[in-house]
């Protein structure tokens, strides 16, 4: 039997839930008698998946998983390629869904860890019985389900950040300095802002504010800005109304070079390759 992905549903997300909320691109089981292979970007979003029955191995660069039946999942970003397949002589039956959204890759970046989650069982059980709602909420299509849909997704995020510990951070009071100077940023966050402008705004001086940084954010002040911008970038291109050139002018880049080159720089992609791995 070849590898079969008639189960799998493909869905069409309107305008406003591809540039406003966290919206499916298809759901379903796929079947796999032999490798399954797929270059790079050749689809957008991200896949989130476990093994239904079989086994088999997940390929992607720099790491190989087990594929397994059990409380685990993985999520798989379609920038970067990837490899599944069956233990030889064996069928692996993967289930999921795939999902985009303007948010997407600082998702992946704040869950880091790589591609696999090993869940509690009642985590897993939560984000199977999901999938299943988010199944019919998309054959159904009642009024108001890509609202719902977006929902759902935040909810199973959520849960792949607790399963990191990405959700136990200590409670503690944020100093007024640091308080002052984020408020300071967020007021105009599209500004070009400098490093000696921010710290002017906090009634501290440049070197104690970068110690609070440091102590609470776990950055710098010049990292703050940079993942602030390159966040915004992201925001702005999932809108395909705007030009890269307005996108730039936007943010406050002197020309679209400056800022084509310092997206490139942090994230790996140029702005309309960027645009690319996100359209459906």
Same mark, same amino acid.
């Given at each position: ?157 959520? %849960?792949?950040?607790?399963? +990191? $510990?990405? &959700? ?5 009071? !944020?100093?007024?300095?640091? /308080? *002052? ?47 602030? %911008?390159?966040?915004?970038? +992201? $925001?702005? &291109? ?5 030009? !890269?050139?307005?996108?730039? /002018? *936007? ?30």
């Amino acid at each position: 039997m070849a590898n079969s992905f008639a189960q799998l549903y493909q869905v069409a997300p309107s305008p406003r839930a591809q540039r406003l909320f966290w919206h499916l691109l298809s759901i379903g089981p796929v079947t796999l008698d032999s490798t399954d292979h797929h270059e790079a970007m050749d689809k957008p979003g991200a896949h989130l998946f476990w093994v239904r029955s079989g086994a088999g191995r997940l390929a992607v660069p720099d790491h190989d998983y087990t594929l397994k039946t059990g409380p685990r999942c993985w999520l798989v970003d379609m920038k970067m390629p990837r490899t599944c397949s069956p233990v030889p002589g064996r069928r692996i039956v993967n289930t999921g869904f795939r999902f985009g959204g303007p948010e997407l890759a600082a998702w992946r970046e704040e869950i880091g860890g790589g591609n696999e989650f090993a869940l509690a069982p009642l985590d897993s059980l939560y984000i199977r019985e999901q999938t299943r709602q988010l199944a019919r909420l998309a054959r159904k299509k009642p009024a108001g389900f890509e609202w719902d849909i977006h929902v759902i997704i935040t909810q199973i995020l959520g %849960r792949l950040l607790k399963s +990191r $510990q990405r &959700l136990v951070t200590p409670q503690t009071d !944020v100093p007024k300095p640091l /308080a *002052r100077a984020i408020n300071r940023v967020m007021t105009d966050p599209y500004r070009d802002w400098k490093v000696t402008e921010v710290a002017r705004s906090s009634g501290v001086n440049r070197a104690a504010l970068q110690a609070l940084f440091r102590e609470h954010r776990s950055e710098s002040i010049h990292e703050f800005l940079l993942r602030l %911008r390159v966040d915004l970038a +992201r $925001q702005l &291109l999932s809108d395909d109304r705007l030009a !890269v050139k307005e996108v730039s /002018a *936007r943010l406050n880049f002197s020309n679209e070079f400056y800022f084509s080159r310092f997206f490139r720089r942090r994230t790996g992609l140029s702005p309309s390759t960027y645009r690319k791995s996100i359209r459906v």
